[in-house]
């Protein structure tokens, strides 16, 4: 036994060794998925991927194209077969105009901005299109979602390219108090670096900004990386090897690759999103903390017992829903 017992060591590390219930205090609906999600976290943890190697293109299409495909149903079932989508180019990148059953009547001539999640390498074409009508849906309003490059083709910057090159686009349709930003995942990595680019370049802000569960530190330096590893059902663990292919010898910590390092100051009225087994929390509240020394006016949403990504269905995620709207509401809703 050492100085510190069983359970540590004299720098502060712990090695525990413990159970973790799904507790009582979600709702069922969130109880009756994780205890599905849960089941299968041992195995994946004793069976970890095994991942191509950076310079294997063809394993890495594969790989996407799998894990695509194994997504596609999920959010599908997520989806109001009433939510139109259109494929379009904005500032000659491919995107979608979506129009959702649900617009909003609280508002006018405003339009989301949606940049899709998918590790940074996957989650294009037809997700691309889901995952951003989910996110129409959840606010209202119709929605640009942009169908950006990704590796192991188009690594760092090609994404970055295409998301600020439909933004300038946007912005010639209509003005910045008329556009909403939104990121889930490695989608707020890529709206958060948008708008250092766009402020470097003297673009506006647009009128608000939601970041969902973003993974806005691509050192994947926060506690809840090593906290939350395993008890984050959804994740596991973290996204180095994507996270290598995207950025290859780039420095991880460039503000451009992950905006917490980045000087927000500038930055619009902002919400963030995550729960409390979310792996991404350190980075949501680490990442409210820089907007608020920043002078950013930001919100943060954490959720009991809530993985990344939501419950996907439990009353939980309705109440994401509604402080979505209600920050809609409050900072950027002009009334009809």
């Given amino acids: 036994m050492d100085a510190m017992g069983e359970t540590g060591v004299q720098d502060g590390t712990l090695r525990l060794q ?9 709702s069922a609906t969130a109880q009756a998925v994780m205890r599905g999600g849960c089941a299968g976290v041992a195995h994946r943890l004793s069976n970890p991927p095994v991942f191509p190697a950076r310079d294997d293109a063809p394993g890495w299409r594969e790989r996407v194209a799998a894990t695509d495909a194994m997504m596609a149903p999920v959010f599908r079932a997520l989806v109001s077969p009433d939510t139109q ?5 904005m500032g000659s990148v491919p995107i979608y105009r979506i129009t ?4 909003n009547d609280d508002v006018d001539a405003l339009v989301l901005f949606d940049v899709h999640g998918g590790a940074l390498v996957g989650g294009g074409g037809e997700l691309c299109a889901l995952m951003s009508s989910i996110a129409a849906e ?3 309003l119709p929605s640009i979602s942009v169908d950006y490059r990704m590796p192991p083709d188009d690594p760092y910057p090609a994404a970055l390219d295409d998301c600020l090159a439909v933004y300038r686009a946007l912005l010639v349709e209509r003005p910045a108090d008329e556009i909403l930003v939104s990121g889930a995942s490695a989608g707020g990595n890529l ?3 948008m708008l250092l680019r766009a402020r470097a370049e003297g673009l506006p802000m647009p009128a608000g900004l939601l970041l969902l569960s973003p993974e806005v530190d691509l050192t994947e330096s926060g506690d809840s990386f090593a906290t939350n590893e395993g008890v984050d059902y959804v994740l596991v663990n973290g996204l180095s090897e ?7 010898d780039h420095d991880l910590a460039d503000p451009l690759l992950s905006p917490l390092f980045g000087d927000l100051t500038g ?3 902002t919400l ?4 409390t087994r979310d792996l991404f929390l350190s980075n949501t509240v680490r990442m409210h903390r820089r907007l608020r020394e920043a002078g950013v006016d930001a919100e943060l949403h954490v959720w009991e017992a809530m993985p990344h990504g939501g419950f996907f269905g439990a009353p939980e995620d309705q109440e994401v829903i509604a402080e979505v709207r209600a920050f809609v509401a409050k900072h950027v809703s002009s009334p009809r």
């Fill in 242 to 248: 994507s996270i290598a292919l995207y950025a290859g």
């Fill in 272 to 275: 963030l999103q995550t729960g």
């Fill in 18 to 26: 413990r159970e973790i219930p799904v507790p009582n205090s979600v």
């Fill in 267 to 269: 930055f619009p009225p």
């Fill in 138 to 140: 959840r606010v209202g």
């Fill in 85 to 89: 989508v259109e494929a379009a180019v």
């Fill in 100 to 103: 959702p059953v649900n617009l």
């Fill in 191 to 193: 709206a958060a670096a």
